[in-house]
């Protein structure tokens, strides 16, 4: 059965509204609306490059051999898209449930700091963090603020001459105890952050919202499909395709930039009455 938009955001509404412990599962779809471009949909960085390439050590190592000509266009890119990136109306909205007591946690896919910018404050990340660097030295994880990093990698991105990695790593953030760092993001070929605690929220909740992810890259998808078999009623916002959803849950074919704001409005008209 075909279900309108304010139908089913009422009915989403109403399970949260009766929820005990939800727990919020986003992708790169809930930071469309940020600026920042999505894995799948056409036109974003991924058009051009191949992730797998893009995205390992033996990919970037190659690009730089050649000059580094690549690397400074994607890093040209990601300072485009990351640096004009705020959080959006969805992301707001996510904060404000927390402020009204209403969810446990974030987990996301997303490396873009967007929910913990919006004010979410137990936020799971299980790719990463581009704005956390991790030392190679002594481990430590230490978060950088947005302008000062793109800042650095505007300043590599528009140098002059070949590329090497020495000149990459001169201008990323060094470790207070000297040690070069990296960027606390997860490669292809690495081990995911944060499964085990995320599984257990999902475990924890009764309703999992999931925002803007096609459940393409695993383990991640594995999380709602974990709230699943622990009883969780899933609540799926997404303008294009349904992923999850299942037959006792809600499907809201939406941006979540627009749907969560209405959850919202509608989740207040309940309290008041
Ligand atoms: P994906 O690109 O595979 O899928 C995006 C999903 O979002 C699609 O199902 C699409 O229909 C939906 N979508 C598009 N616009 C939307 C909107 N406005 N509102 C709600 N949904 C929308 O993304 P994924 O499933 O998260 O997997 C890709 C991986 O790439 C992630 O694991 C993430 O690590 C990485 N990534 C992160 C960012 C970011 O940090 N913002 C951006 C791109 C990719």
């Known amino acids: 059965m075909k279900t309108n938009l304010p139908e089913a955001i009422n009915k989403a509404a109403e399970i949260l509204s009766r929820a005990k412990s939800v727990v919020i599962f986003t992708g790169a779809g809930m930071s469309a609306e940020s600026g920042i471009a999505t894995f799948r949909d056409p036109g974003g960085l991924w058009d051009r490059f191949d992730p797998e390439e893009v995205g390992t050590a033996e990919g970037i190592m190659s690009f730089l051999s050649e000059g580094g000509d690549k690397i400074r266009e994607i890093i040209r890119e990601v300072v485009e898209s990351f640096g004009a990136a705020r959080p959006n109306a969805g992301h707001l909205a996510l904060a404000e449930l927390e402020k009204m007591g209403l969810i446990r946690s974030v987990i996301t896919q997303n490396i ?16 990463g963090n581009l704005f956390r660097f991790r030392c190679l030295n002594c481990e430590k994880k230490f978060f950088v603020d947005r302008e000062d990093l793109l800042g650095r990698l505007r300043d590599i991105a528009q140098g002059a001459g070949p590329l090497s990695l020495e000149g990459i790593l001169e201008r990323i953030p060094r470790c207070a105890c000297g040690g070069v760092s990296r960027p606390d993001v997860v490669m292809f070929g690495e081990s995911v952050q944060e499964l085990d605690e995320s599984i257990f ?63 919202v409005e509608e989740l207040k008209k309940k309290k008041r009455k």
């Open 112 to 127: 873009d700091n967007l929910h913990r910018e919006a004010g979410n404050t137990k936020v799971f990340e299980v790719h």
């Open 201 to 263: 929220e999902a475990h924890q909740s009764d309703v999992m919202l999931v925002l803007g992810t096609s459940g393409a890259v695993y383990p991640a998808a594995m999380v709602p499909q974990q709230a699943r078999k622990a009883g969780a009623i899933l609540i799926e916002v997404n303008p294009t395709e349904k992923v999850f959803a299942a037959e006792n849950d809600v499907y809201i074919r939406e941006k979540a930039a627009i749907a969560m704001p209405l959850i």
